[in-house]
């Protein structure tokens, strides 16, 4: 089993250009959330999808869209990207609510906004 | 002020030290309760899981949580310099409209020097 895989592991956009981040998990899990780290921060919650076919904003949506493929394939869309997306993206996958909330995350994409 | 408050630190230790790490939360519907460790340039991967209030012991680390304070905790006894990593709390209520969703602290950065 791979896990959480994401796609790609490192970008860097001049600002204005668009560019989408790819995550798939193998676990068979309901729910896929995508986060962004960004130092003294922690994880922020950008959005997520409690099941196929239903997606949901978190706390830090603007600027993004998002697109829930299939069960196993969850994608994160940068329409125009500013100096202010450059961050960490993580991507994660749960069971929920089964398992009360954990989630196994992905190794995570560094993008850079020029 | 934020759902869930952790002092990032950072926290610098000897070999051998006991490792105290905290935080705070302020929503009374949170029951499940998890510390994250990340290492450097790694995504999050799951250490410690508890659900409700009281006591978990997994080989050197122990969570504790006081839900009349509101406050959690992760032991580390017989510290190791290869437990030097960021650990996250994070927490997730059993009920309601954001079931499943993870509320993260800022993280604490801890080093264990040999």
């Known amino acids: 089993n791979a896990g959480v895989t994401q796609t790609p592991k490192f970008q860097v956009l001049k600002t204005g250009q668009s560019m989408t981040l790819q995550c798939a998990q193998d676990m068979n899990h309901n729910s896929m959330y995508w986060y962004r780290q960004d130092p003294g921060m922690g994880l922020r919650l950008i959005y997520y999808s409690a099941s196929e076919g239903t997606t949901d904003k978190g706390e830090v949506p603007n600027g993004y869209n998002v697109s829930r493929l299939n069960k196993r394939e969850f994608s994160l869309r940068l329409e125009s990207a500013a100096p202010s997306q450059t961050s960490v993206y993580f991507c994660?996958?749960?069971?929920?609510?089964?398992?009360?909330?954990?989630?196994?995350f992905g190794p995570g994409t560094r993008l850079t906004v020029l | 002020q934020k759902e869930v408050e952790q002092d990032p630190g950072p926290l610098s230790v000897p070999e051998g030290a006991i490792v105290s790490l905290n935080c705070t939360y302020s929503n009374s519907a949170f029951q499940y309760f998890m510390w994250y460790r990340q290492y450097s340039r790694k995504g999050p991967e799951l250490l410690m899981y508890?659900?409700?209030?009281g006591n978990k012991e997994d080989g050197r680390f122990t969570a504790q949580v006081d839900k009349s304070s509101k406050y959690i905790s992760l032991f580390i006894r017989d510290s190791q310099p290869s437990d030097s990593a960021t650990y996250l709390c994070a927490m997730s209520p059993d009920r309601g409209s954001t079931l499943g969703r993870l509320y993260f602290g800022r993280g604490t950065q801890l080093t264990v020097w040999p």
């Open positions: 994660a996958s749960s069971d929920q609510p089964r398992t009360g909330g954990e989630q196994f």
């Open positions: 508890t659900y409700s209030s």
